[in-house]
């Protein structure tokens, strides 16, 4: 072992943004991913993201910090979008608008300083849109291809000298010994893996349609998302969520209502042919679970950082949040080198 070995378990999102910022912040890491799903087989979506940064949204977290993460979230994504690069790793620029009735920060501060560009609806423009929330706004904001920026994310790990190990955990504790510290990064099935009962799947359903309009997205805090795909006229219309459901069985009636509903909302949808629908599951938990936690292993403790529950805002909050790990994990390992007998069995030490 060298002196300093990071083990991250999960290869999703969370798993690669949080241990690409820990290659980025600490000198002479060894980081390693391990994991038994990896690419197309993770949750991540087939559906672009669109980085709507809503403080509110991040249940359980004080909206300083969830405006921290939404902001380191959206300063890599939106250079990345600027960049050359972002055509490889799948950021770009869509407009579109977002409609509220409920949230409660209205306005919501942040989200006119950080996207490109931000415009709140009056009522005259509302209903010349036929928008029935009590609020609307036109912004311009960064869409993400999660496959693209999986792949993008995968390539740069290795890059900075990452390995992967195609494993499966059944606990943390089993792999002490084997690291300074475990990241833990396993999203839906922190149940099993670390017996975490406040974390729920929450099932949701994506449509997509074949259909010619306008480039534009539309999001609804009720939620329903409409977001057409950059390079072909499929759209993306999603959610009624379930909380709390672990199965993954198609529900063909809430299909049906959830189409009616988006037809409703945006009528040029009417005659659209349906190409497939999914059921995804995010992790979720309120508040996300994002701390240090040394794991008893007998006699022995292994520094644990947990980064699981960012449900419905994974893919936004996943970089923002992988930076704060990588802290957290500087920290420990600060704490645990004077100290290596705590936390490694006695004959590997050097
Ligand atoms: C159709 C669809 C649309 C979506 N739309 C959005 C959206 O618009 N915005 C958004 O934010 N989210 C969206 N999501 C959800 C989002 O994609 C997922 O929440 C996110 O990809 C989860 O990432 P993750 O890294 O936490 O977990 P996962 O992708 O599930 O990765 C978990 C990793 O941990 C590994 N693992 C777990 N347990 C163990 C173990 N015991 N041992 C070894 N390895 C283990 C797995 O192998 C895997 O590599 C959508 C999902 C779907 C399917």
Known sequence: ???????????????????????????????????????????????????????????????????????????????????????????SFMSGHYLWSHLPDRPN??????VKEYHLLDEQEKEALHFTYRHACRITTVVIDPIKYMQWLMKEFRQRGGQVVSDTAYSLQQLYGQFDVVVNCVGTRGRETVQDPYLVPVKGYVVQVEHECPKNFLITDDPITVIPHAESSIVDVGHILEPDVFSQEKNMELVELLLNKVKALVPSLMGSTVIESYVSRRPYRSPPLIKIEMVRCGGPVLPVVHNIGQGLETVT?????????????????????PFPHMCRPFNTLA
């Open 109 to 114: 501060k942040i989200m006119p300083t950080l």
């Open 317 to 337: 909050l996943a970089w923002g949040m992988g930076a704060e790990v990588a802290h957290l994990v500087q920290d420990v390992l600060r704490l645990v080198k």
């Open 1 to 91: 072992m060298s002196s300093l070995d990071v083990g991250v378990v999960g290869a999703g999102i969370v798993g690669l943004s949080a241990a690409i910022n820990i290659q980025r912040l600490i000198r002479r890491v060894k980081v390693t991913v391990v994991a038994d799903n990896f690419g197309r087989d993770t949750a991540t979506p087939v559906t672009p993201c669109i980085f709507l940064p809503i403080p509110s949204c991040i249940r359980g977290v004080d909206s300083t910090k969830a405006s921290e993460w939404l902001t380191d979230s959206w300063t890599h994504h939106y250079q990345m979008a600027n960049s050359p690069e972002g055509k490889e790793s799948g950021q």
